[in-house]
């Protein structure tokens, strides 16, 4: 049984569509990551999985509970962290009150450790909180009675670099203890970072569910060489080489098999050589060809 599978699912708001026809499951102890644009749908999908909105078609479970019954998917809420993108809290509670009543309803095993290691200071009225300090009560009340599942809509919004790797390291260790994670990003490192599988959604649609690994190995590598000869530009124009730059050094991502990098190399006396994984931007903008007007370039990558 996987920790989610949503089939099909379909939410439209009146006239307006949040998503359509998104299928894909996470797999127990997976950490999967929705990455896509401003409005693509990563809440959209988020809220009706959980239960918060009825789907308009399809469906889905959590943790082996339908989406749609909600008596069983109340009671499973016990064993799933939610942190919402947008989080409403009540600004006139402090923050030890509104996690007092987080606590009630889910249970607090992991609350001091986590209020310590983000320094939150709980006698603070939420409203008198910075974002980011809001955002770490937030991710508190969702992680404080180890989830089974958690569901984050981006989560790292508002923290800075240090707090990120403390979410990214709490991450793990619900990961580590078997946890199943699912969390939305429109920030591409973020997701390499800590996800197995990334589902890249775009007007409410899935357009690609992807290992990271895969989209590392579709990216190519970023080769630069440097070489005795004077070379022009069109000795290194053939099948393989994309954004190619002439200089002293000659730098270009290779999207071809090594045996063809090494007859070209081989024409020339080289002097320097440095070959490494193409950053993961080229492979995913493949999936945002024509939105970002930069396709063209990408588009030969895959
Ligand atoms: N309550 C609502 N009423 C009407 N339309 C909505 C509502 N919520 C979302 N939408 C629309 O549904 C689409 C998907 O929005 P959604 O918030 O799910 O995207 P998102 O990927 O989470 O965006 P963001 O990164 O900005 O949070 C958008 O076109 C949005 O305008």
Known sequence: MPAIECRDLTKYYGEVRGIEDVSFTVENGEVFGFLGPN??????????????????????????????????????????????????LDRDRTAGAFLDHQADLRGEVRRADLV??????????IGDLSRGNRQKVALVAAFMHDPELLLLDEPTSGLDPLLQERFNELVRERVNAGASVMLSSHVLGEVAALCDRVGVIRDGRLAAVESVDALRSRGGKQVRVRVAEDVTRAEFEIRGVMNLRMGETVSFTWTGEYDALVDLLGRFTVHDLEVVDAPLEEAFMTFYDGERGDGADAGGVS
């Open 39 to 88: 409005g693509a749908g990563k809440t959209t999908a988020i809220r009706t999985l959980l239960g918060f909105l009825r789907p308009t078609d399809g469906g889905g479970s959590l943790l082996g509970h339908d989406i749609t019954d909600g008596a069983a998917l109340q009671r499973a809420r016990e064993r799933i962290g939610y942190l919402p993108g947008d989080p409403g």
């Open 116 to 125: 310590a290691r983000f320094g939150l200071d709980e006698s603070r009225r």
